[in-house]
């Protein structure tokens, strides 16, 4: 069983960078897609990037593409979503969860308590 929590949100200025975090407790994660999703105020959870813990293959939905990048620390078992040119369209709250290789979108489970990101001037 995977357990996530997230952090590393805050309130930042528009033009910012932010890292968030996606710490993992689990035996392994070499089955799974860690995924980071975003809830806007008023809107859907919606996929925002993801990273296949074995071979690295990534995902990302188009408005972050250049902008944001997904990464992992094997030792750390800990899932990165550095976030730069950060926009008010960006304020959400950030949730991890996993799914297993192969699953389909709605197979991600996990899901961790969120951390939000505010970008406002």
């Known amino acids: 069983q995977v357990q996530l929590a997230e952090s590393g949100g805050g309130l930042v200025r528009p033009g910012d960078s932010l890292r968030l975090s996606c710490a993992a407790s689990a035996r392994t994660l070499d089955y799974y897609v860690v995924g980071w999703f975003r809830q806007p105020p008023g809107k859907e959870r919606d996929i925002v990037a993801a990273?296949?813990?074995?071979?690295?293959?990534?995902f990302y939905t188009d408005s972050v593409k250049g902008r944001f990048t997904i990464s992992r620390d094997t030792a750390k078992k800990t899932v990165y979503l550095q976030m730069s040119d950060l926009q008010p369209e960006d304020t959400a709250i950030y949730y991890c969860a996993v799914k297993p290789r192969g699953g389909t979108r709605s197979e991600y489970r996990s899901w961790g308590q969120g951390t939000q990101v505010t970008v406002s001037s």
């Open positions: 990273i296949t813990w074995s071979d690295l293959h990534t």
